[in-house]
């Protein structure tokens, strides 16, 4: 996530124009968006950044997702409104992907929601589509975006796509 503080990085016309966001945004990260409860609380979990109304998930080296009592996934006010609950994938008390799930939030405050992670890592994007399936709304669904930290490194300055590419193997895609 380090990339997103290279100076004028988020300058960069084809970034911002990939990440469907304004040029020259500054990242918020570990932004907590408060995501309401049925009982009125709200939800204190991070979303890795913020980036004016998107927020991004990013996955790097993690092997998956989170999982959780299914008892967490309900506490969500709009959880309903959302999904179409029998479509995600719930597994005796365990939901599977839930830390893709709380994306929620996105919803709850009218914004945007990113999955980034490796190409590389067909589980990851496998589930963010088991997810996405299960998406009620095609005006929300359309506010969901996946990205491959391969597609971002085509339009980041040479220098950070050297990095990348030494430190995790990630290259541009060869088109």
Known sequence: MNIFCY???????????LLGIDPGLSPDFDFKPRTPFSNGGVDRTEIDMRLGDLLVEAKLTETGFQMAASRLLFRYRDLHEVFDVTE???????????????????YTHGRSFLLLCDSRRTNLIENWFDVLRAVRGYSFRNRLKLLTWQEVTQTLPQRLRDFLEEKYGIAPVQI
């Open 7 to 17: 100076p004028k990085v988020l300058h960069r016309p084809q970034l911002c124009t």
């Open 88 to 106: 995600l994938q719930v597994v005796g008390d365990v939901v599977h992907s839930y830390q893709l799930i709380r994306g929620v939030a996105a």
